[in-house]
T-cell receptor, first 112, second 111 residues
Framework: GDSVTQMEGPVTLSEEAFLTINCTYT??????LFWYVQYPGEGLQLLLK?????DKGSNKGFEATYRKETTSFHLEKGSVQVSDSAVYFC???????????FGTGTSLTVIP | EADIYQTPRYLVIGTGKKITLECSQT?????MYWYQQDPGMELHLIHY???????EKGDLSSESTVSRIRTEHFPLTLESARPSHTSQYLC??????????FGPGTRLLVL
């Protein structure tokens, strides 16, 4: 069945460091891919998404490219800030749109 | 920006009490979901609905029940709360574009 495998955390970075959080997926057909962010005490917020191969989603300096050949959707940011400290979830929506699969979440802490 | 609301945000209750967690959305989405979130962050789907009068159990067995009498409303009920129900509960909705939009969550503590 469809699934998402996400890099385990926690991840601790210094401010202005480069961030990569790895995400790979298993799916039949052509799923849509998402990154969500969860700040302490809140629900999940959509960060970015991509709906087809080679699409790049971007928002707030974060980027992820839908790579069908490597079944990956890695999240990157060139220069992290303390305010980026949160938990990040990779997710997949199946072909039919009726099934949604989340990764286990990666906790990021950015220190000044 | 999605408009999805959950009440209460925090609830402390004694064992054996009946509770209902409310979830409402104003986007006209057909699909709605309830997730239980571990302290370790992982999300577990416990119930979902694809429209009025449609409800299904999710991947994680749960003693809770749900109803979907109106498109915008998807309440979750625990008939008899136990300490093992202590968790964070997240509600989400999705339209035809598949993206799920989440409410702020309800943090439940059962003593």
């Amino acid at each position: 069945g469809d699934s998402v495998t996400q890099m385990e955390g926690p991840v601790t970075l210094s401010e202005e460091a480069f961030l990569t959080i790895n995400c790979t997926y298993t799916a039949t057909g052509y799923p849509s891919l998402f990154w969500y962010v969860q700040y302490p005490g809140e629900g999940l917020q959509l960060l970015l998404k991509a709906t087809k191969a080679d699409d790049k989603g971007s928002n707030k300096g974060f980027e992820a490219t839908y790579r069908k050949e490597t079944t990956s959707f890695h999240l990157e940011k060139g220069s992290v800030q303390v305010s980026d400290s949160a938990v990040y979830f990779c997710a997949l929506s199946s072909n039919t749109g009726n099934q949604f699969y989340f990764g286990t979440g990666t906790s990021l802490t950015v220190i000044p | 920006e999605a408009d999805i609301y959950q009440t209460p945000r925090y609830l402390v209750i004694g064992t054996g009490k009946k509770i209902t967690l409310e979830c409402s959305q104003t986007m006209g989405h057909d699909k709605m979901y309830w997730y239980q979130q571990d302290p370790g962050m992982e999300l577990h789907l416990i119930h979902y609905s694809y429209g009025v009068n449609s409800t299904e159990k999710g991947d994680l067995s749960s003693e809770s029940t749900v109803s979907r009498i109106r498109t915008e409303h998807f309440p979750l009920t625990l008939e008899s709360a136990r300490p093992s129900h202590t968790s964070q509960y997240l509600c989400a909705s999705a339209g035809e574009e598949e993206t799920q939009y989440f409410g702020p969550g309800t943090r439940l503590l059962v003593l």
